[in-house]
């Protein structure tokens, strides 16, 4: 599409839109008001402090000294450089809109450019743990081994989808990184961790106090344009459904909107532990699903990197990997992953007074945020676990001077 038809796409869409609204008012606004209490009661409480807590981290340098640790691992598995670590964790334990946010930050720096940028927030974009554990497993499901398994399989799906972009298109062509690698050699590990997060606060520059404040504005205005794209959508789902009743309700669903796609999905007589065929299809798709993220979630996070320039069919396609990889290891590792009695993590209960439909609470998701930073530092630690043995195996297969 070209930039001058994309104006034109996008105003007749939004008249269509209008005179939709219109036609049906009362189930229009029922619709958006559903949007609003999805967004109010579980995005904004779930996203708002890691939005705040990953802009103090870029800007204090400390993303950047974990950059210098988890290097290996990023740069020869992902292609993308070591800064781009502490994102992955991110985006794997707060949401797309808080990874997409991160990869700007980044770009803002100077640490990325344009293509990484895109190919970092692929990868980088995954949905919420609270989505997955609370809201899909113990509220539509029922079932809290269901929400970690899917948590597990989106995990997975999404670091294979990153790995397969990486052998595709991805290229470590970042010159300045070659030309200073026998300087780093002569450095130790701990001096270059120290000076990537000097040079990385003396680039940014902001007092505590001008830090913070930014750094909540800034959250609250990304959230706020995420509410919007939420209410403007589940408004979409419900002229769709109207207009073409032969279409099924979770397909719209679940192509459009992540949470609303996954309510429709989950719908059924039973919950998910059970084995049979119809169970694991839908199992399967719900995945899928969740690896693609809804139209609205690509777009959010497409707002979030506008200034990079990411477009929007080579990010959809990186989601529609995902959702592939999902659906094929749900197939394949659904029933060992129910018959796994491990739990990483507790699953709090939600009471059905406090769903709507299966919306949790704002007290439960914000009860649940120090579980939620106590995995992203267990994650944090495998992924530096990880990066140790890609470097110790490069070192055994570098030729020796």
């Known amino acids: 599409m070209t930039s001058g038809a994309a104006p034109f796409v996008g105003g007749t869409a939004a008249i269509l839109l209008a005179a939709a609204i219109v036609s049906a008012p009362e189930s229009s606004f029922a619709a958006s008001l559903q949007g609003l209490k999805l967004w109010w009661t579980l995005v904004f409480p779930a996203l708002l402090p890691f939005l705040i807590l990953s802009e103090m981290l870029a800007a204090s340098g400390v993303i950047h000294s974990l950059g210098v640790l988890l290097e290996p691992l990023m740069k020869r598995i992902f292609r993308l450089p070591g800064a781009s670590g502490w994102t992955l964790v991110l985006g794997m334990t707060a949401g797309f809109p808080a990874g997409a946010g991160a990869v700007m930050q980044l770009h803002k720096q100077g640490s990325i450019t344009d293509k990484e ?16 554990l609370i809201v899909v497993g113990a509220a539509f499901l029922h079932s809290p081994a269901s929400g970690y398994a899917l948590l597990a399989i989106h995990w997975l799906a999404g670091l294979s989808a990153g790995c397969t ?20 050699k002569k450095t130790s590990l701990p001096r270059r961790v120290y000076r990537a997060a000097v040079a990385a606060r003396e680039r940014d520059g902001r007092s505590f106090g001008r830090l913070l404040g930014e750094s909540v504005s800034s959250a609250v205005q990304n959230l706020m344009i995420v509410g919007g794209y939420m209410i403007i959508f589940a408004v979409v789902i419900n002229i769709t459904a109207s207009m073409f009743p032969q279409l099924p309700q979770a ?20 919950g998910l532990p059970s084995f049979s065929s119809a169970d694991l299809l839908r199992a399967a798709l719900l995945s899928a699903a969740l690896g693609w993220s809804g139209i609205c979630g690509q777009l959010q996070a497409l707002t979030l990197l506008k200034q990079a320039g990411v477009r929007f069919l080579p990010y959809a396609a990186n989601r529609l990997l995902h959702g592939i990889y999902a659906f094929l290891f749900t197939l ?35 009860r649940l945020l120090p579980q939620i930073l106590g995995l992203q530092s267990l994650i944090l630690l495998l992924l530096l676990a990880l990066s140790a043995v890609v470097y110790v195996m490069a070192s055994f297969r570098r030729p020796s001077a």
């Open 332 to 366: 394949l590792l659904w029933k060992p992953l129910l018959n796994l009695q491990t739990a990483v993590l507790p699953v709090a209960t939600v009471p059905e007074d406090q769903l709507l439909p299966g919306i949790a609470a704002p007290a439960t998701v914000w």
């Open 117 to 132: 940028a895109g190919r970092l927030a692929s990868l980088a974009h995954y949905a919420s743990p609270v989505t997955l």
């Open 165 to 184: 972009s990486a052998l595709i298109g991805g290229r470590s062509g970042n010159m300045g990184t070659l030309l200073t690698e026998a300087n780093r």
């Open 251 to 270: 397909l719209a669903a679940g192509v459009l909107e992540i949470h609303l796609g996954a309510h429709a999905l989950s719908a059924g007589p039973s």
